[in-house]
């Protein structure tokens, strides 16, 4: 039966996840063993001391550095993937991502400018995740035409925004001093290097919630993705369904943005592997693509701070390996799937 | 010049649950359309329509393009809000509804599209339970009795696992009204459920909406050819211009000389056996 299928096809999905959970802890510069990394985890989950072969420099790499670390890489995917489902089935049109709205170029804006002016902008975190919610409400108001908004309309707007927020990154750039100019760059390539507990957890309260409403949502956003009116005459409110939907899912990518950067592609990329699973019906691809996105991101970013000495910025490994799939997928799959 | 017609070409037996309806002494209106008024910016589209829709009716809605069908649909539909006069469905406006219970009442047969997303024949019939959904997302045993009902009326049942999207266009239309089907309200409108389609498939449309009505159910079709409208439906709406210009029983209301207003051209029909024709 589908039903039982596409369930167990989703428990092994998780099951993968789990999989490169520990690895991911593992994995890195300093040489910790997966038995030492199951006795760190084990003792602080219960709140005990730590077993006595693990050192103290052990015990901080993995419970303070990469702890939280993979726990932000993982959430980030799921909102980054479920922003993308949310988003595609909203405007009807399976190439959009979260970042349609403007909310990657508000938080750009907002992180420049609390780097070149730090004085006045405190903090790049929370400077980045204001502008990238105003950013989005811009394009909303925008968007907003007698009291309707119409899909197009809020794409276009978006773009218009994501312009004008894109050109004040630049003139930051222009005025910024070279260290500046470099932490600029930096934090648009997007990476998870000084993720903190209080990251964490602040990520893990915005996404459970959202990702809870938004796998609710999924059979309104099946609807949804009919358009507005065949939405209507199936019983949903369209206007006030995607408000709902786009507020909740740009609510948990904005916080994720403005934690770690800029990270492209993932939210365009997941919800296309999981419909390739599981099919269109959004009940199903909700989970899934957040699944895959946590799976993916963890990935990418172990891959990040173990391929070489040095770091690389997370977004430069999510596109390398993102773009060639999006184009296997448009030329190879697209017809088979999208007719 | 032309015939009473209230009677299918398929035989009596299948207009005869409306026709009987009809003979109670015409059933209380389903949906009544009082004085509809509704403009686009200055542009006045709809200059006070009423209609009624009642139960085991196919009722044609005949008019030239830009005469304000889409727009009565849309109204009723609860799409658009009308200027003045009631839509109601019994004695409740529409309005005072909601998008949920106004679904479990009317359903609605857009005109072709093609989804974005490649959803199966069943998923898109499924869709249609949305008016009856509790707080779960599941469905019920009783809503997957009604989707394969559904798709068993239109005849679709073998295909259900396939993707929408590669069906053929009437494949597309019949789907759409199971989905109507399966949303199990008293009224149905269909938006050129025909256009596009092949001889056959056009006929075949035709007969399921025709059995569909003869059950029991509500049902209006927007329609360009007054062809099937005399051969399929039991009553008639002629809109011109944003004014109903006749309304009626097709047979006695279809004439040469309506149909010449409504087109402003010449036009002529004639009777051969037991089907009227209407030709250039």
């Known amino acids: 039966m589908i039903f039982k299928r596409k369930l167990g096809s989703l428990l092994i999905l998780f099951a993968l996840l789990v999989g490169a959970f520990f690895p991911a802890l593992i994995a890195g510069a300093y040489d910790v063993t997966a038995g030492q990394v199951a006795g760190i985890v084990w003792a602080k989950v219960r709140d005990k001391q730590v077993p006595a072969n693990v050192t103290r420099a052990q015990e901080v790499i993995v419970w303070r550095i990469r702890m939280p670390r993979v726990i932000l890489a993982i959430t980030t995917g799921v909102a980054l993937s479920v922003a993308g489902v949310a988003y595609q089935g909203c405007f009807r049109n399976p190439l959009v991502e979260p970042y349609i709205l403007g909310v990657s170029s508000g938080a750009a804006c907002g992180a420049s400018l609390a780097i070149v002016f730090p004085r006045v902008f405190p903090g790049n975190q929370p400077t980045a995740f204001v502008f990238a919610l105003m950013a989005v409400f811009i394009s909303y108001s925008l968007a907003r035409n007698r009291g309707l908004i119409s899909p197009v309309a809020l794409v276009l707007s978006g773009i218009i925004v994501g312009a004008l927020f894109s050109a004040v990154v630049s003139i930051m750039k222009y005025l910024a001093a070279d260290t500046q100019l470099r932490e600029i760059t930096f934090w648009m390539m997007g990476g998870l290097y000084y993720t903190t507990w209080a990251d964490a957890r602040l990520s893990i309260l915005a996404v459970i919630p959202v990702f809870a409403v938004l796998w609710y949502m999924g059979w309104h956003l099946n609807l949804l993705s009919l358009g507005d009116e065949e939405a209507r005459s199936l019983g949903v409110n369209p206007t006030l369904c995607r408000l709902i939907i786009i507020v909740a899912s740009t609510l948990a990518a904005s916080v994720c943005v403005s934690i770690c950067g800029i990270i492209a592609w993932v939210g365009l990329m997941t919800p296309h592997a999981a419909r390739m699973i599981f099919g269109p019906d959004n009940r199903w691809v909700v989970p899934a693509a957040a699944i895959l996105g946590a799976a993916y991101l963890l990935a990418c970013d172990t891959i990040a701070r173990t391929l070489t000495m040095a770091e690389i910025p997370l977004g430069i490994i999510t596109s390398i390996l993102g773009a060639p799939y999006l184009l296997w997928l448009l030329r190879d799959k697209g017809r088979e799937i999208y007719g | ?280």
């Open chain 2, 1 to 280: 010049m032309v015939r009473q017609m209230a009677n299918g070409p398929f035989g009596e037996s299948q207009s005869a649950p409306a026709l009987a309806e009809m003979a109670k002494g015409g059933a209380e209106a389903l949906l009544s359309v009082e004085d509809v008024r509704f403009s686009y910016g200055a542009k006045e589209v709809l200059k006070g329509v009423s209609l009624s829709v009642t139960a085991g009716t196919l009722r044609g809605l005949l008019g030239p393009n830009g005469s304000g069908k889409t727009t009565l649909f849309k109204c009723c539909l609860g799409f658009l809000k009308p200027k003045s006069g009631a839509i109601k469905i019994g004695q409740k406006p529409i309005g005072e509804l909601g998008p949920k219970r106004l679904a479990a009442k009317v359903a609605y047969v857009p005109q072709e599209h093609h989804p974005s997303f490649p959803y199966s024949v069943r998923e898109m019939v499924e869709m249609g339970r949305a008016p009856h959904r509790g707080a779960l997302p599941m469905l019920t045993k009783r809503d997957h009795e009604a989707v394969e009902m559904a798709l068993g009326r239109v005849g679709l049942a073998d295909r259900a696992n396939e993707n929408y999207g590669h069906l053929s266009g009437g494949q597309r239309r019949l789907v759409l009204v199971a989905r109507a089907l399966a949303q199990e309200a008293e009224i149905m409108f269909l938006d050129e459920p025909t256009s596009s389609l092949d001889f056959s498939n056009q006929l075949i449309v035709w007969e399921t909406v025709r059995s569909i009505a003869s059950q029991g159910l509500g049902v209006v079709i927007c329609c360009h050819d007054p062809n099937h409208i005399l051969w399929f439906c039991d009553e008639v709406a002629a809109l011109k211009n944003g004014r109903i210009l006749a309304d009626g029983p097709v047979g006695s209301t279809i004439d040469r000389e309506l149909l010449q207003t409504l087109y402003g051209r010449e036009i002529h029909a004639e009777t051969i056996g037991p089907r009227t024709f209407i030709y250039p």
